[in-house]
C-alpha cells in the first residue's frame, strides 16, 4: 500500500476534489468490510483498518504540509470519509473525529503544535468537547482532573485533547476560563462504558486524569476569535469551526444511507413478499419509497457539498465568514444528517421485516443513523440554531460563531 506525500499534491489552494485520495478510501474498502464485524464485536476499530487509514495517509487530511500532513481541500474530505462510511460507520468515525482535534491544533502556540507532532504525522488525536474537566493555573501550565466520556478512539489515540474549566480566584472577580487542552494518552485512564446500540466500534468511551500538568504550549482559549499558528497559514485554516464540523460529522451517515439505499435495491429485486405473488420491486409503495428515500439523500448531499464549496471559495478568497454563513454551514450539517436518517428509514421499511434481523445489513445502517443523529453538532435542534441567526435572535449554540 503506497502512502500519500504532501508532495503529490498538485496545489497549493486546490479548488477541486483530491481524486487520488478519493481512490485511496476505496483501495482500502475491502479492508474496511473484512473487519466491520469486528470492530462491532470488539467496541473498537480493528487494527488492519486503523493501518489502513494511517499508510494511505487518510489521517493527515487536516494536517498542514510543513508538519507533514496534506491540507485537503473540504469537499475531498467529505467525498472520502463518506466513501469509507459506505463499508463501516466505525471506521469513517475513526477517520473523521481525529480529523477535526488535528484541524485545531490551529490554534495552539507553534510550540504546542511542534511537539504533538514532532514525532511525524501519522498521529491518531482523540478528543471531547462539552464536558469539561477541572484545571488549575500553576507554573506556565494547568493541572487537570476530573472524567469525561465520548473520547472516540481513545485506546488508540497517541493525544487526548479535552475541553477544560480554569478555576480561577473569585474573591478577586476572575471569571472561569474555558480551555482545550492536549496530554499524551497514556496519562489518562480509559473507562470501559461504551456500551450502546449503534456505532459500537468507534470505541468512545470514558476517560479519567487525576493531577496531569500541561503546559500552557499545549492549550488555547475556547473564544471564538484567534490567530493561526505559523504552520496554518493556508486557505484551510480559515474555515470555521462549523465548516470544520459540517466536513466531517454528517459525512460517515451519508455513507451509511448509500449503502441502505444499494442494498434495499437488490434486496426488492430478488424478495417476494409473504402473502404476495409478485417481487417486492412490484410493489408501486416501494418504488414511490425508493424514488423518495433518493432524492431526500441526493438534496442533503448536495445542499452539504454546496454549502461547504461555497465556503471554501471564501476562505481561498481571504474572504471572512459571517455569522449568516456559518449558521448555513450548521444548517447544511444538520439537514445532512437528518436526509441520511430519513433515507434509512425508508429503506427499512421498503424491506420490511428482513430489515431487522440481525443479518442484514439494514439493521446495522439502522442503529447507526439513530445514534449519530443525535451528535449535538448535527441533532434538529441545529435546525433552531439556524432560525435564531436568520431571526437576529441570540443563538442557543453560541459556538456558531466560531
Same mark, same amino acid.
Given at each position: ?26 483501495? *482500502? ?6 473487519? /466491520? ?7 473498537? +476499530? @480493528?487494527?488492519? !483498518?486503523? &493501518? ?91 493541572? *487537570? ?6 473520547? /472516540? ?7 487526548? +485533547? @479535552?475541553?477544560? !474549566?480554569? &478555576? ?235
Amino acid at each position: 500500500m503506497t502512502g500519500l506525500t504532501a508532495t503529490e499534491k498538485t496545489s497549493e489552494t486546490p479548488v477541486g476534489p483530491d481524486g487520488s485520495l478519493i481512490e485511496a478510501a476505496r483501495g *482500502i474498502a475491502p479492508i474496511v468490510r473484512k473487519h /466491520s464485524e469486528e470492530a462491532e464485536r470488539e467496541r473498537r +476499530l @480493528s487494527q488492519p !483498518v486503523l &493501518d489502513a487509514l494511517r499508510e494511505t495517509g487518510l489521517l493527515r487530511m487536516t494536517t498542514p504540509r510543513s508538519l507533514g500532513g496534506l491540507e485537503t481541500d473540504p469537499v475531498t474530505r467529505v467525498l472520502v470519509i463518506e466513501e469509507i462510511g459506505r463499508h463501516d460507520s466505525a471506521a469513517a468515525w475513526t477517520l473523521e473525529n481525529p480529523l477535526d482535534w488535528a484541524f485545531v491544533c490551529c490554534r495552539l502556540p507553534d510550540e504546542g503544535a511542534e511537539e504533538i507532532y514532532g514525532g511525524g504525522a501519522d498521529i491518531l488525536i482523540a478528543g471531547q468537547y462539552g464536558r469539561p474537566l477541572e484545571a488549575t493555573s500553576t507554573n506556565g501550565g494547568y493541572r *487537570i482532573s476530573g472524567r469525561a466520556p465520548f473520547v /472516540s478512539n481513545c485506546y488508540d489515540a497517541d493525544w487526548i +485533547l @479535552s475541553m477544560v !474549566v480554569v &478555576d480561577e480566584d473569585e474573591s478577586a472577580g476572575d471569571e472561569p476560563e474555558m480551555r482545550m487542552v492536549y496530554f499524551p494518552s497514556d496519562q489518562c485512564e480509559i473507562i470501559d462504558t461504551w456500551d450502546v446500540m449503534g456505532m459500537r466500534g468507534t470505541g468512545s468511551n470514558d476517560i479519567s486524569v487525576a493531577d496531569v500538568y500541561v503546559p500552557r504550549s499545549r492549550t488555547f482559549p475556547f473564544v471564538p476569535d484567534f490567530e493561526p499558528g505559523s504552520h496554518y497559514r493556508g486557505p484551510l485554516y480559515r474555515l470555521p469551526l462549523a465548516g470544520v464540523a459540517a466536513t466531517g460529522i454528517p459525512t460517515p451517515m451519508l455513507g451509511v444511507a448509500r449503502r441502505a439505499l444499494d442494498e434495499v435495491t437488490e434486496l426488492a429485486r430478488t424478495k417476494t413478499p409473504v402473502g404476495s405473488s409478485g417481487r417486492l420491486k412490484e410493489r408501486a409503495s416501494a418504488q414511490v419509497q425508493l424514488g423518495r428515500a433518493e432524492a431526500i439523500l441526493r438534496s442533503g448531499r448536495l445542499l452539504l457539498l454546496d454549502t461547504l464549496s461555497e465556503a471554501w471559495r471564501r476562505c481561498i478568497d481571504g474572504e471572512t465568514h459571517s455569522l449568516e454563513q456559518k449558521a448555513d454551514l450548521l444548517l447544511a450539517m444538520a439537514h445532512a444528517m437528518s436526509s441520511a436518517v430519513q433515507a434509512v428509514d425508508l429503506a427499512c421499511s421498503i424491506a420490511g421485516t428482513t430489515a431487522f434481523r440481525a443479518t442484514s445489513p439494514l439493521e446495522r445502517c439502522f442503529r447507526d443513523v439513530q445514534t449519530m443523529r443525535h451528535h449535538v453538532w448535527a441533532s434538529e435542534q441545529r435546525y433552531g440554531t439556524f432560525g435564531q441567526v436568520r431571526l437576529g435572535v441570540p443563538p442557543d449554540f453560541p459556538v456558531v460563531a466560531f
